[in-house]
């Protein structure tokens, strides 16, 4: 596995599904903002749809932060579309479903499981630079928490507008952070 903290977003050109329509998206579309990209298996299938309605759920919560939140799979855009119409759970969902169907955007994350064809379960937060600040990669039995990962981000916010200031763990918004220094050596 290669890094990936402050690795750059490789190039790439899709075509997504949101709110009814379908439109081209590239890497120049997500950089100057804060984005989530969220790798999931396929469509029509158990855990998936679980985490996508979690997103969904909390999706006003995302962009009060200013992030967007990409979901990708390597279905076609096509197929997210059918998925939103037949699914009440997948129905709700308001942000940008793309579609990865060669795999170009799954390869580029590192998270392609080639023999199959799918993406594992890869969560990237990507700041307004165009770079990885989170990294979360889970088996595809295990589902991942929209509100742990709202946490992170607003951490990775903070961090990122604090320099010279850390966040401890379960650090929450409005909780104390850290200067590092000589002074803490031992002292945690």
Known sequence: MSRYIESE?????AKAYQAGDFFDIS?????????????????????C????????DNYEEFKK???????????????????HDSSETIGKIQYPMI???????????????????IADRGTFVIDPEGKIQIVEI????????????????????YVAAHPGEVCPAKWKEGEETL?????????I
Request: glycine fraction near 10%.
């Open 9 to 13: 977003l490789k190039p790439f050109n």
């Open 27 to 47: 890497d120049a579309d997500v950089k100057g903002k804060w984005a989530v990209f969220f790798f999931y298996p396929a469509d029509f299938t158990f855990v």
């Open 49 to 56: 749809p679980t985490e996508l309605g979690d997103l969904a």
């Open 65 to 83: 932060l200013g992030v967007e939140i990409y979901s990708v799979s390597t279905d076609t855009h096509f197929t997210h579309k059918a998925w």
């Open 99 to 117: 579609g990865d169907p060669t795999g170009t955007i799954t390869r580029n994350f590192g998270v392609m499981i080639e023999e199959e064809g």
């Open 138 to 157: 889970t088996a595809g039995g295990i589902g991942r928490d929209a509100q742990e990962l709202l946490r992170k981000i607003k951490a990775a916010q």
């Open 179 to 187: 200067a590092p220094s000589l002074d803490l050596v031992g002292k």
